[in-house]
């Protein structure tokens, strides 16, 4: 049982490339969750899923995209990134909304 | 929406004296309080948490307490070890709308043995 994994877990991109983050659970959770972490700001929802093929925006969604096509992965897309962007990326997890998440063990991407 | 504030941001305690962390919300509907541990280079992981049809809840060392009236919840930890430094996330969640975690700005704990 993996719990959450998450692909790759460093990333090093220019301003303006465009990449796809993977999460990936084992849990067979209903809910998944993509945050970004940054320095005295704790954990911010950027898009969040309720189930395949549903998605929704969290707090801070604008410059990322997400899909759901399957139950157990969701994947965060950079369409340009910028530096404002350089962050640690985590993916969570959980059953339903008012249970445990779960996370992974993080992204750490930086944008030149 | 929801708002959550957490203190302090900074916490240095002597290894087995106890360590509490307080947390505000705004959102009066909000109705669960997990709190996170996460440790260096690590994701997230819920400790201990608490709805709103309870005021206290413990498990061994750890404790949370909850003030409705007030829209507080705090974190105590007991008999404080070197393994319990770590960051600390406070979160709350609604009970309508969007109704996902909003999380807490972290507190950063070291247990000086």
């Known amino acids: 049982n993996a719990g959450v994994t998450q692909t790759p877990k460093f990333r090093v991109l220019k301003t303006g490339q465009s990449m796809t983050l993977l999460c990936a659970q084992d849990m067979n959770h209903e809910y998944m969750y993509w945050y970004r972490q940054d320095p005295g700001m704790g954990l911010r929802l950027i898009h969040y899923s309720v189930g395949e093929g549903t998605t929704a925006k969290g707090e801070v969604p604008d410059g990322y995209n997400v899909s759901r096509l399957k139950k157990q992965n969701f994947l965060l897309g950079l369409e340009s990134a910028a530096p404002s962007q350089t962050s640690v990326y985590f993916c969570?997890?959980?059953?339903?909304?008012?249970?445990?998440?779960?996370f992974g063990p993080g992204t750490r991407l930086t944008v030149l | 929406g929801e708002n959550v504030e957490q203190h302090p941001s900074t916490l240095s305690v002597q290894e087995g004296d106890s360590a509490v962390i307080k947390c505000t919300y705004s959102?009066?509907?909000?109705?669960?309080f997990p709190w996170y541990k996460q440790e260096l280079g690590k994701g997230p992981q819920l400790i201990i948490d608490i709805r709103s049809n309870v005021g206290e809840k413990k498990d061994q060392r750890i404790a949370v307490t909850l003030n409705k009236t007030a829209k507080h919840f705090s974190l105590h930890i007991t008999e404080t070890q070197p393994e319990d430094s770590a960051v600390y996330f406070c979160a709350a969640r609604g009970d309508t709308g969007r109704r996902a975690l909003t999380f807490g700005s972290g507190t950063r704990l070291q247990v000086q043995p």
């Open positions: 969570a997890s959980s059953y339903s909304v008012g249970n445990e998440q779960f």
């Open positions: 959102d009066s509907a909000s109705n669960y």
